[in-house]
C-alpha cells in the first residue's frame, strides 16, 4: 500500500473515532433523491429504530411541529447556491417510534456544481437535550424570580396606593376624622373637617400629644374614654355630647356625635384610636328651640280645639235652624201651591160661568174678564214656577245613574205636540251617562228645549220659522272651560251638553242677567213665560256641581252649555 494511502487512512480513521467519542452523528440529504441518509446516532437521535434511510418528507414528521416548518425553510434556503450553503438549526425531535423528545443541533453544508445546483448537502449531529433542558430550568427560574420580583412591587404599590386612598379619603370625607397614636394620643392624621372643629390649623396640632394640642378639651372626660377604648379595644359611641371648645377667640358649647375605634397594626395589637366626629351644633339648638315651640303651640292647639268645639257647636245649632227653616219653607210651599191656586181656579171658573150664561148681558165687561182670566192664568204658572225653584233649591239631590240621552227623549215626547205644532227639527246626539237627580235634570234640559222652540225668527212677512235645535256633547278639561264658569264642585274634566237654537238670540249683555228670577228680554204679549225658567236651570247645574253659560247674538241663535263633572 502506498505509503500516502495509508497516511489518508488513518486520518479517515482518525475523524471516524473522533465523531463517536464526540457522540455525534453524520447526516447526508441526496439533492437527486430527497433521501437522508445517517447513521445509528443520527437515527438514535430522531428515535427512528432501524431505518438509515428514508423519504425528507418523511423525516420532517420526526421533528416537533413547533419546529419543523423553521427546519424545512432553513434546509431549503441552505440549498440554494446565493445562501452560500451554510447550515446551523437547533430544534426538537419527537420520538415517534420510541417515544423520547430530545433536543439536537443540526450543522451542515451544502456544495454546488458549476451552474449552481446542489449535488451534496450533508454535515453532523449534536445533542443538546441536556444543556436546553438545563437552561430552560434556568430561564424558568429566572422568570419565576421575575414574576416574584414584579408581584412584590406590585404589592408595594398597591399597599401605598392603599395607603394614599386611605389618607385621601379622610381628608376628604365630609366629617371631622383624626388618628391618634399611642396612648399619649399623639395626632398622626387629621382632615380639614376636624381642623375646622377644633378651630386649630395643621402646624398647631399634628405630631403633637391631642391634650397638648387643645388643653381645653382636658377635664371633660376625654381621657378616661379613649384610654378605656384604647386599652380595652371596645368601640364607643356617644350621640350629641355637649363639648367646649376654643374657637373664634372663646369658648363655645358645641355638640357632637362622636365614635372611637380602635385601630391595628400587622399584629393585630391596638396602636391607635380612629375618631370620627359630626358637629350638630345646630341641628341641637334648632331642637330644643322647636321643641320650645311646640310646647307653645301645644297650648294654642288646646286653646283652639276649645274654640273649635265651641264654634262647632255653633254651627250645628245653625244647621238644625237651616233644617228647620227648609221644612217650614217645604210646608210653605204646600199651603201656597194650595190656598194660592184655590183663589185662581175660583176666578177661573166664575169667569167660565160668567162667559157661558151671561155673555150677552156683560158687553165690553167680557173683554174686562177675559183679562182678568188671563191674568189669573199667568199667576197660577208664577205660582208654579216659583214652588219649582223653590223645590229645587231646598231638597236634597237624590244621586243615581241618569243616562241623559234617555232623559232628553223623555223631553222631547213631553214637548212632543210643541215640535209637531212648530214642524221643528231636533238633532240628539249620543249623550253621557252620569250620577244625578233624573227629575231636575229633566227639568233643565225641558226649559232649554221649551225656549229653544219658543223664541223662533219671523220672516219679513212675519211669518215664524220652524226651529232648528241641536244637542251634543263632548268632555273638555277644567282649564279649558270658557271665562267666567265656575263649577260648583272641582274636577278634572267635565262633560259639556250643548243646546244650540236657530232663534231670535239676544245682545251677549244681558248673559248674567238671563239667569236670574223673573228677568225677561222679552214682552209678555211677545212670548210668553214667567222668567223663572233658566234660573231653575242654573240651580239644577249648580246642584250637580256644574255651572251654565251662553253664547247668543241677535239673530243668530243662542247656544246654552251645561257642564256636569265627569266622575
Not at 335 to 340: E, G
Request: with cysteine; glycine share 6%.
Amino acid at each position: 500500500m502506498p505509503q500516502s494511502t495509508a497516511k489518508n487512512l488513518n486520518k479517515r480513521l482518525d475523524v471516524d473515532f473522533a465523531i463517536k467519542a464526540a457522540q455525534l452523528g453524520v447526516w447526508e440529504l441526496d439533492p437527486a433523491t430527497n433521501l437522508v441518509i445517517w447513521d445509528d446516532r443520527c437515527r438514535e437521535l430522531f428515535g427512528v429504530i432501524e431505518r438509515n434511510t428514508l423519504p425528507y418528507e418523511e423525516a420532517l414528521n420526526y421533528i416537533h411541529p413547533e419546529d419543523a416548518s423553521r427546519v424545512d425553510k432553513a434546509v431549503k434556503t441552505a440549498m440554494k447556491a446565493e445562501s452560500g450553503g451554510s447550515y446551523d438549526e437547533t430544534y426538537r425531535t419527537t420520538g415517534v417510534e420510541d417515544g423520547k423528545l430530545r433536543w439536537a443541533r443540526f450543522i451542515g453544508q451544502s456544495y454546488f456544481d458549476e451552474s449552481g445546483k446542489a449535488y451534496r448537502f450533508a454535515g453532523i449531529a449534536q445533542e443538546l437535550t441536556l444543556e436546553m433542558e438545563a437552561r430552560q430550568r434556568e430561564q424558568a427560574l429566572t422568570e419565576g424570580r421575575e414574576r416574584e420580583r414584579q408581584q412584590k412591587e406590585k404589592l408595594l404599590a398597591a399597599v401605598v396606593a392603599s395607603e394614599n386612598r386611605f389618607q385621601h379619603l379622610i381628608r376628604q370625607a365630609p366629617v371631622a376624622i383624626a388618628l391618634f397614636d399611642g396612648p399619649e394620643f399623639v395626632i398622626e392624621l387629621a382632615n380639614e373637617r376636624v381642623l375646622e372643629f377644633w378651630g386649630r390649623t395643621r402646624e398647631q396640632v399634628m405630631h403633637k400629644p391631642l391634650f397638648e394640642a387643645l388643653p381645653e378639651a382636658s377635664g371633660q372626660g376625654f381621657e378616661e374614654l379613649l384610654t378605656e377604648v384604647f386599652n380595652t379595644g371596645n368601640p364607643f359611641y356617644s350621640p350629641e355630647m355637649p363639648v367646649q371648645l376654643f374657637r373664634n377667640g372663646q369658648m363655645e358649647q358645641t355638640y357632637i356625635d362622636f365614635v372611637y375605634e380602635p385601630y391595628y397594626d400587622a399584629e393585630e395589637k391596638i396602636t391607635g384610636i380612629m375618631v370620627v366626629a359630626n358637629e350638630i351644633t345646630q341641628q341641637v339648638m334648632s331642637r330644643q328651640h322647636i321643641e320650645a315651640s311646640e310646647s307653645r303651640y301645644r297650648q294654642l292647639s288646646e286653646d283652639l280645639d276649645e274654640r273649635v268645639q265651641q264654634r262647632t257647636q255653633e254651627l250645628d245649632e245653625m244647621n238644625r235652624d237651616l233644617i228647620r227653616s227648609n221644612q217650614n219653607l217645604e210646608k210653605f210651599a204646600y199651603i201656597a201651591s194650595h190656598d194660592l191656586q184655590e183663589p185662581l181656579r175660583k176666578i177661573q171658573a166664575f169667569g167660565d160661568l160668567l162667559k157661558s150664561q151671561h155673555a150677552d148681558n156683560l158687553g165690553k165687561g167680557l173683554d174686562y174678564l177675559q183679562r182678568m182670566q188671563s191674568s189669573a192664568s199667568r199667576m197660577s204658572i208664577l205660582i208654579t214656577d216659583l214652588l219649582t225653584y223653590s223645590r229645587i233649591s231646598t231638597r236634597q239631590q237624590a244621586a243615581s245613574t241618569v243616562p241623559l240621552s234617555l232623559t232628553l227623549s223623555q223631553v222631547l215626547e213631553n214637548l212632543s205636540l210643541t215640535v209637531a205644532e212648530t214642524k221643528a227639527q231636533v238633532t240628539l246626539s249620543e249623550l253621557p251617562v252620569i250620577q244625578g237627580d233624573p227629575t231636575q235634570l229633566g227639568q233643565l234640559f225641558q226649559n232649554l228645549l221649551s225656549n229653544a222652540l219658543k223664541f223662533r225668527q219671523k220672516t219679513e212677512e212675519g211669518k215664524l220659522l220652524n226651529p232648528v235645535v241641536t244637542i251634543r256633547s263632548e268632555e273638555v278639561l277644567a282649564r279649558d272651560l270658557p271665562s267666567g264658569t265656575k263649577p260648583s264642585r272641582q274636577a278634572h274634566q267635565y262633560h259639556r251638553i250643548d243646546v244650540t237654537d236657530e232663534g231670535i238670540g239676544f245682545d251677549d249683555k244681558y248673559t248674567d242677567r238671563i239667569f236670574q228670577v223673573f228677568q225677561r228680554l222679552h214682552g209678555k204679549s211677545d212670548y210668553p213665560g214667567t222668567g223663572v225658567g233658566l234660573a231653575i236651570c242654573e240651580k239644577v247645574a249648580l246642584n250637580h256641581g256644574g255651572a251654565i253659560s251662553v253664547v247668543s247674538q241677535p239673530g243668530q241663535g243662542s247656544t246654552f252649555s251645561v257642564f256636569l263633572p265627569k266622575t
